[in-house]
């Protein structure tokens, strides 16, 4: 599909590939009522809505927004898009299925962008400051059978993120695993992911991961 992206909104790359395919593959119910965190262009959240699904969308950047929604108006395909932090916007609803690509790349900064487009892929020292958050608040709302997927790299600790989805009552595991080029973010910061032993002298590229984590009934 034909997408317009705003100044500093993120374009899909490998990760959102990544998970659109995983998106594609899930089974979802008659209806499913869905959420995509951290919306961006809106393409996953696209990708639910041309399956049939009632498809919720939540970005906190307003360009994002305004991308989605054009987007949407664009694939003349309805989706409910809204400005918000995380899941704030829909507390108290519940969905079928949730789908996440959120920053997950490590930093040198220790405090977060709150501008630009490194918002889209710097979480901190260790990359996990909105992947805890996600791990944190989503499983509150999924319906029961209810299904979160998630992207992320192998640098951001595929363990923890398992362990945080377990203790929050669901079943989580690693569903696919995939090795892309590093792009620019990473090959400007190789230096210091090395010296933080996050990656081996020479390597050239990154795991990216994709985790499954169900409610079950």
């Given at each position: 599909?034909t997408?317009?992206?705003?100044?500093?909104?993120?374009?899909?790359?490998?990760d959102t590939a990544?998970?659109?395919?995983?998106?594609?593959?899930?089974?979802?119910?008659?209806?499913?009522?869905?959420?995509?965190?951290g919306?961006?262009?809106g393409?996953?959240?696209?990708?639910?809505a041309m399956?049939?699904?009632r498809?919720?969308?939540?970005?906190?950047?307003?360009?994002?927004?305004?991308?989605?929604?054009?987007?949407?108006?664009?694939?003349?395909?309805?989706?409910?898009?809204?400005?918000?932090?995380?899941?704030?916007?829909?507390a108290?609803?519940s969905?079928?299925?949730v789908?996440?690509?959120?920053?997950?790349?490590?930093s040198?900064?220790?405090?977060?962008p709150?501008?630009g487009?490194a918002?889209?892929?710097d979480?901190?020292?260790d990359?996990?400051?909105?992947?805890?958050?996600i791990?944190r608040?989503?499983?509150?709302?999924l319906?029961?059978?209810?299904?979160?997927l998630v992207?992320?790299?192998?640098?951001?600790?595929?363990?923890?993120?398992?362990?945080?989805?377990?203790?929050?009552?669901?079943?989580?595991?690693?569903?696919?695993?995939h090795?892309?080029p590093f792009?620019?973010?990473?090959?400007?910061?190789?230096s210091?992911?090395?010296?933080?032993g996050?990656?081996?002298?020479?390597?050239?590229?990154?795991e990216?991961v994709?985790?499954?984590a169900?409610?079950?009934?």
């Amino acid at each position: 599909m034909t997408l317009i992206a705003l100044p500093g909104v993120y374009i899909p790359r490998g990760d959102t590939a990544i998970l659109g395919g995983a998106l594609r593959r899930e089974r979802l119910p008659e209806g499913a009522r869905v959420l995509d965190v951290g919306t961006g262009t809106g393409v996953l959240a696209l990708t639910a809505a041309m399956r049939g699904a009632r498809v919720t969308a939540v970005d906190n950047c307003r360009p994002a927004v305004w991308s989605a929604r054009l987007n949407a108006l664009l694939a003349r395909t309805p989706m409910r898009v809204l400005r918000g932090d995380l899941t704030s916007p829909v507390a108290g609803h519940s969905f079928d299925l949730v789908v996440a690509n959120p920053p997950y790349l490590p930093s040198p900064a220790h405090a977060l962008p709150s501008s630009g487009p490194a918002r889209a892929w710097d979480a901190g020292r260790d990359g996990r400051a909105v992947i805890d958050r996600i791990c944190r608040d989503v499983p509150r709302l999924l319906a029961p059978g209810g299904v979160l997927l998630v992207v992320h790299s192998a640098l951001s600790g595929v363990e923890s993120t398992l362990t945080r989805l377990r203790a929050a009552g669901l079943t989580a595991q690693v569903t696919e695993r995939h090795r892309l080029p590093f792009g620019p973010v990473m090959r400007s910061r190789r230096s210091w992911l090395r010296g933080r032993g996050l990656i081996a002298p020479g390597a050239q590229t990154e795991e990216l991961v994709v985790i499954r984590a169900e409610r079950t009934r």
